[in-house]
């Protein structure tokens, strides 16, 4: 099955410095990659996702990158600001009958 | 639209104890699922089901059994509580199929086993 990796595990940066979130998948059918920020004491939410067609992705401060021969994407957060602080779930799917595989999550600390 | 419900939000259990974690959902969504949160271990998988009338295992489904009682509703229960089962608890749904598309996530349900 498949297997998702995510580093680092915490982050600390400074407000208005970037942040760099980066996972690896195992599964090469994996084609549908989302990311999902959680804030304290609430569920998930999605936030930004691509699919493997696409190499990347932006949403004003926000991007993703898909590296697909490497297996590899990444989150990439520009002039953070305090509210981006948060833990921050990749994810990887190859198949919408099949659940949704997590990394461990990164905590984002964002220092004013 | 209220989204992905959970209840309790919160609940303590004595050891051996049983209860039901409720989940519903107004999306009319197909796939449901129910993770667990503890520290340093992400999201993991307990149980899901991929459409109604149907259930399978996820990651760490011991101790656990399910029902998807309609399309809406999926719940989680837990027989005989074991402090190992403290965690907190998340149902998830998504369209399924043939859509990947985004999965909603209810509050969560704080549950500790004493």
């Known amino acids: 099955g498949e297997n998702v990796e995510q580093h680092p595990s915490t982050l600390s940066v400074q407000e208005g410095d970037s942040a760099v979130i980066k996972c690896t998948y195992s599964d090469s059918a994996s084609n549908y990659f989302p990311w999902y920020k959680q804030e304290l004491g609430k569920g998930p939410q999605l936030i930004i996702d691509i699919r493997s067609n696409v190499g990347e992705k932006k949403d004003q401060r926000i991007a993703v990158t898909l590296n697909k021969t490497a297996k590899h994407f990444s989150l990439h957060i520009t002039e953070t600001q305090p509210e981006d602080s948060a833990v921050y779930f990749c994810a990887a799917i190859y198949s919408g009958n099949t659940p949704l595989v997590f990394g461990k999550g990164t905590r984002l600390s964002v220092i004013a | 639209n209220a989204g992905v419900t959970q209840t309790p939000k919160f609940q303590v259990l004595k050891t051996g104890q049983s209860m039901t974690l409720q989940c519903a959902q107004d999306m009319n969504h197909n796939s449901m699922y129910w993770y667990r949160q503890d520290p340093g271990m992400g999201l993991r998988l307990i149980y899901y089901s991929a459409s109604e009338g149907t259930t399978d295992k996820g990651e760490v489904p011991n101790g656990y059994n399910v029902s998807r009682l309609n399309k809406r509703e999926f719940s989680l229960r837990l027989e005989s509580a074991a402090p190992s089962q403290t965690s907190v608890y998340f149902c998830?749904?998504?369209?399924?199929?043939?859509?990947?598309?985004?999965?909603?996530f209810g509050q969560g349900t704080r549950l500790t086993v004493v």
């Open positions: 998830a749904s998504t369209q399924g199929g043939n859509s990947k598309t985004e999965a909603f």
